[in-house]
């Protein structure tokens, strides 16, 4: 029963995080002479795009090994490994979220990866920390290409107009208040205008306070074992939700639904500072070319945090002989060096090795800079329940913004209600 519930839940989280339509990609498997492997992801053009150029590379490398993409729109893509996996059918090689794979280990849709090809001190040596979030059991499951952070997305020119210097963005809980009220604009009967900071638990909110603004305060959310939530045991975390849910609220300077959403009210000008991750990058350069805007670390408070999250691919289960070796070596392409710059320089992620990431002309760029600067202290949440966890976070505000609630009983049910979903995931198992 609880498997159907996540399936559902799932449903509804693909239709609010989407990128874009897609549709299915089909390579040539009329060859008999080579294994044939099928690689599975979302639809998004960018991304499609370089992997059909990977895949080429590929095979060229590995003349006896063909690899065919198939692609779903993003709301489609969980009810197909839902219906193709247990079957046998479907992908050998699957592009998952990280957040995704301990419900896709529940459901026997993966096998652990071979640790013979990915020993798991290379892996805890080589990609960053945050990489631990896809291990469960005493394996990994899955390995990223790239990942994402979240950074603080300011707007230069609302700076000048405001009289603050856009060189020098927040880095304080203080200042990015403070900083929040002057950028802020409302007309005569006090209707908010511009925003000094956008505003919606629905898009990045909801991690940059639980995995940014919590650990920021000096707080945390899991145990060590990932069982307990422990986010409301100190006063740290009810600390990180009454800053987070200031600025709509006593500063005035934010509201849900402003110019539609947090993303769209600040590519538009209309919100002067947003946070937001490294995958925006791309759309701000297509959608909003004229934008002058800057990137900075998000603002700290006690100690530095922000969230991380990333995209991992992994084998499914059933996978064996010819076609597991071949999908391995898929994998081990797939987190190359290479691979990994090209993906950076295509798509705009970061790499998932800190050797690659922290070299010079990432780091000392203007735009990935900020956000690989704050690879090493990234949390990277292990999720039981991907879109039941953020419903939560968006029902506490709601029931401070719109029920009148105090923070302090939003935030205890909020924290009461997570724990069910970690007892309901835990319950049975070992």
């Known amino acids: 029963m609880r498997k159907k519930r996540w399936l559902l839940s799932l449903a509804v989280f693909v239709a609010f995080t989407a990128c874009s339509g897609g549709q299915e990609t089909t390579g040539d498997t009329e060859n008999a002479d080579v294994v044939q492997i099928e690689y599975w992801q979302y639809h998004f053009d960018a991304k499609v795009e370089l992997i059909n150029e990977l895949i080429e590379e590929f095979e060229a490398e590995n003349p006896g090994i063909q690899v065919k993409q198939t692609t779903f ?3 489609q893509f969980n009810e197909k490994v839902a219906a193709q996996v247990p079957a046998g059918k479907g992908p050998d ?8 794979v301990p419900q896709y280990v529940d459901s026997g849709y993966l096998q652990p990866l071979p640790r013979d090809a990915f020993p798991h001190e290379k892996i805890e040596s080589e990609f960053f920390p945050l990489v631990e979030a896809v291990k469960l059991d005493g394996e990994y499951w899955s390995i990223p290409t ?8 300011f707007n230069k020119d609302l700076f000048e107009e405001a009289g603050l210097d856009p060189n020098s963005p927040p880095e304080t809980w203080d200042e990015l208040a403070e900083y929040a009220v002057k950028l802020t604009k409302t007309d005569g009967s006090n209707r908010l205008e511009q925003s000094g900071l956008a505003w919606e638990p629905g898009q990045q909110g909801n991690n940059w306070l639980r995995d940014g603004l919590t650990y920021q305060a000096g707080g945390r959310v899991l145990s060590d074992d990932r069982k307990t939530v422990v986010w409301g045991d100190g006063p740290e975390g009810l600390e990180a939700f009454k800053y987070w849910i200031s600025f709509p609220t006593e500063l005035g300077t934010s509201k849900l639904g402003f110019y539609t959403d947090d993303i769209t009210a600040f590519s538009t000008g209309k919100a002067a500072m947003n946070v937001d991750g490294s995958f925006r990058i791309g759309t701000l350069q297509e959608e909003a070319p004229d934008l002058h805007y800057g990137i900075a670390p998000l603002p700290a408070q006690d100690e530095k945090s922000t969230s991380a ?16 070796e071949a999908s391995v070596k898929f994998l081990q392409f797939l987190t190359s060096d290479e691979v990994m710059e090209k993906w950076t320089d295509e798509i705009g992620e970061l790499p998932a090795k800190e050797s690659v990431a922290m070299q010079d002309k990432y780091v000392e760029d203007d735009i990935y ?23 939560l976070i968006m029902q506490a505000a709601d029931r401070v913004l719109l029920e009148g609630a105090s923070p302090e009983e939003a935030f205890k049910e909020l924290v009461q209600k997570t724990q069910v979903l970690y007892d309901d995931y835990w319950q049975g198992k070992q």
């Not at 090689?93 to 990280?98: A, S």
């Not at 800079?369 to 419903?391: C, K, N, T, W």
């Open 146 to 153: 790239a990942v994402r952070t979240l950074a603080l997305f």
């Open 93 to 100: 090689v699957i592009n998952l979220f990280h957040g995704w």
């Open 369 to 391: 800079g900020p956000f690989i600067e704050q690879l090493p202290y990234a949390v990277s949440h292990f999720s039981v329940d991907e879109m039941g966890e953020r419903d």
């Open 309 to 324: 999250s990333f995209w991992s691919n992994g084998v499914t289960a059933g996978v064996d002989g010819e076609k597991l």
């Open 73 to 75: 729109p993003y709301e």
